[in-house]
C-alpha cells in the first residue's frame, strides 16, 4: 500500500494513546484540510452547501461532515470507536506497600488482563484544573517510561502457567516509586501538564492541588510496527478500533463533495463499556447533529427522515481473523483471514446490523472496485462480541452494516492485524462517500 498513507496511520496511533489525544489528533487533520470547527454550545450553526465542518462532544468523540451542493437527499455515515479496553486511574491513587508506592486502577473494558503485566507503561488522559476563575481542560502524556505491573515470581505461584492472576484490585495495581505514599504521582501528572502553583500568597498551594477533576488511562508504552517477510503485518496497541477509524476517515476525506449526498464520518467514545454516556453511539450525539444541520439548512424532518432512509451507515469495527493456534475457534466456513480484504460481519441475533440488504449493498460496492471482502460468523456455540452499530440504529435507525478488518489478540494490550488491509477500508470508505 501507499507508504505514505502507512505513516501517517503510525503516527496517528503514537498521537493517539487516550480517547481525548485521538480526537485532537483527529480534530487537528480535519482543522488542515480546511473543515470548520462547530460547537454544540453555538446557539445556531450558519452551515453553507458544499462546505465541510466537524463537531466534538466531551474531546472524546468527534462527528465530521461535507454538505452536498444540493439540499441533501442521501445519507452516507461512517462510524468507528475511540476507545479501547485499559485501565482508569482512580481518585486519590497513591496506594503504599512493602517500602513501595503502587497506583489504584479498575478496568476500563473487557480487556486480556495478562497481557498488561511486566511492559513498561505510562498514563494519558485529561485533567481540569481552575485558571483565572474558569474549569480549563489539559490533555496529559507523559512520553515516558513511567509504571510497571510486575508479574509474581514463577516460585510463588506454580500454578502460575495453568491460570492467569488477574484480580485487578490485589494482583495488579501498577508500580510507581520506592519510598512512603504521597502525591508525587500527581504531582508528576501537573508537572506533565505544565500546571504551575497557585498564584494566591495567601493560599499556597503545590501545583497538583489544582487539579480538580481527571480521567487518565494506563498506556501500553510499546510503539507500533510492521513486520512479516513481506511486511504483511502491523501489531500496535488499540488497533481494535483506531485502525478502521483511521481507515473510514482517510476514505472521507479522500472523497469529494457531491451533488445531493450528505456524507459523515463519526467515531463514538464508549463502545468498550457499552456505549451508554452522552458521547457513545447510543446518545443523542449523531441524531443531534442531524437536527441542527436541518435546521441550518432549512430543511424539514421529513426531508431529512427520507434522506436516511435513502442512505446507508456502516459501522467498522475490527473482526476476527482464524488464529493460527486455535483454527477449531471459528465457523468451519467463514474465515476472515489478515490481508483478504473486508470483512462482513453478521449475527442472526442482530449484535451485528447487516443483513441481506446492507450486505449486498458493501458486496456490490466492494466488487465495483476490486476490493476483497470476506465474511465472518460466530462458531453457533459462540457468544461472541458486539459492536456500535445496533446500537446507533436505537438512535437513527436506518440501513446498517457492520463491517471489519480481521486482527488477532482482540483487546491484548498488543493487537496484531493485516497492513494491506487498511488500504482496502480506505478505498472502500473512499467510494462509500462519493
Ligand atoms: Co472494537
Known amino acids: 500500500m501507499c507508504r505514505e498513507?502507512?505513516?501517517?496511520?503510525?503516527?496517528?496511533?503514537?498521537?493517539?494513546?487516550?480517547?481525548?489525544?485521538?480526537?485532537?489528533?483527529l480534530a487537528s487533520r480535519l482543522e488542515e484540510a480546511g473543515f470548520v470547527r462547530l460547537y454544540e454550545t453555538m446557539p445556531s450553526w450558519d452551515l453553507v452547501p458544499g462546505r465541510q465542518y466537524f463537531v466534538t462532544r466531551n474531546d472524546s468523540s468527534v462527528i465530521s461532515f461535507r454538505l452536498p451542493e444540493k439540499k441533501p437527499e442521501i445519507l452516507r455515515i461512517l462510524a468507528g470507536h475511540s476507545d479501547s479496553p485499559c485501565f482508569k486511574i482512580k481518585p486519590d491513587p497513591e496506594i503504599g506497600a512493602a517500602g513501595c508506592v503502587k497506583l489504584n486502577?479498575?478496568?476500563?473494558?473487557?480487556?486480556?488482563?495478562?497481557?498488561?503485566?511486566?511492559?513498561?507503561?505510562?498514563?494519558?488522559?485529561?485533567?481540569?484544573?481552575?485558571?483565572?476563575?474558569?474549569?480549563v481542560q489539559k490533555l496529559v502524556y507523559p512520553d515516558r517510561d513511567l509504571l510497571i505491573i510486575p508479574s509474581l515470581a514463577i516460585h510463588m505461584d506454580r500454578e502460575a502457567n495453568e491460570k492467569a492472576m488477574t484480580n485487578v484490585q490485589t494482583d495488579m495495581q501498577p508500580l510507581f516509586a520506592l519510598g512512603e505514599k504521597g502525591d508525587r504521582f500527581m504531582e508528576t501528572i501537573a508537572?506533565?501538564?505544565?500546571?504551575?502553583?497557585?498564584?494566591?500568597?495567601?493560599?499556597?498551594?503545590?501545583?497538583?492541588?489544582?487539579?480538580?477533576?481527571?480521567?487518565?488511562?494506563l498506556v501500553n508504552r510499546q510503539e507500533p510496527y510492521i513486520w512479516g517477510p513481506e511486511g504483511e503485518f502491523i501489531s500496535a496497541a488499540k488497533l481494535d478500533d483506531l485502525m478502521c477509524v483511521y481507515g473510514t476517515f482517510?476514505?472521507?476525506?479522500a472523497s469529494q463533495a457531491s451533488e445531493n449526498v450528505l456524507s459523515m464520518h463519526c467515531v463514538f467514545d464508549n463502545e468498550e463499556v457499552g456505549s451508554r454516556s452522552k458521547q457513545g453511539a447510543e446518545s443523542t450525539f449523531l441524531s443531534d447533529c442531524l437536527v441542527r444541520i436541518r435546521e441550518s439548512l432549512g430543511?424539514?424532518?421529513s426531508e431529512m427522515h427520507a434522506a436516511a432512509q435513502r442512505g446507508m451507515m456502516i459501522s467498522a469495527d475490527n473482526a476476527h481473523a482464524?488464529?493460527?493456534?486455535?483454527?477449531?475457534?471459528?465457523?468451519?466456513?467463514?474465515?476472515?483471514?489478515?490481508?483478504?480484504g473486508i470483512v462482513l460481519k453478521y449475527h442472526a441475533g442482530q449484535l451485528y446490523t447487516t443483513d441481506g440488504v446492507s450486505a449486498a449493498f458493501v458486496k456490490k460496492l466492494c466488487m465495483d472496485n476490486d476490493i476483497p471482502v470476506q465474511t465472518?460468523?460466530?462458531?453457533?456455540?459462540?457468544?461472541?462480541?458486539?459492536?456500535?452499530?445496533?446500537?446507533?440504529?436505537?438512535?437513527?435507525?436506518?440501513?446498517?452494516?457492520?463491517?471489519?478488518?480481521?486482527q488477532l489478540a482482540m483487546h491484548s494490550s498488543f493487537e496484531t492485524a493485516g497492513a494491506k488491509d487498511l488500504e482496502y477500508l480506505m478505498r472502500f470508505a473512499q467510494k462509500f462517500c462519493s
Open 191 to 217: 508537572e506533565e501538564a505544565g500546571i504551575g502553583a497557585a498564584e494566591t500568597a495567601d493560599a499556597p498551594g503545590k501545583p497538583s492541588d489544582r487539579i480538580l477533576g481527571m480521567d487518565l488511562f
Open 299 to 301: 430543511m424539514t424532518f
Open 105 to 135: 486502577i479498575e478496568p476500563y473494558g473487557g480487556m486480556l488482563k495478562n497481557t498488561w503485566y511486566d511492559r513498561p507503561l505510562s498514563v494519558a488522559g485529561r485533567v481540569l484544573i481552575e485558571e483565572n476563575g474558569r474549569i
Open 5 to 25: 498513507a502507512m505513516t501517517d496511520f503510525m503516527d496517528f496511533l503514537k498521537e493517539s494513546p487516550s480517547v481525548f489525544h485521538a480526537v485532537q489528533a
Open 322 to 340: 482464524v488464529h493460527p493456534n486455535h483454527t477449531d475457534k471459528a465457523d468451519p466456513v467463514n474465515r476472515p483471514q489478515m490481508n483478504g
Open 250 to 253: 482517510s476514505g472521507f476525506m
Open 376 to 406: 465472518f460468523v460466530n462458531r453457533s456455540d459462540m457468544r461472541g462480541g458486539s459492536t456500535l452499530g445496533s446500537i446507533a440504529n436505537t438512535q437513527l435507525s436506518m440501513n446498517t452494516a457492520d463491517i471489519g478488518l480481521a
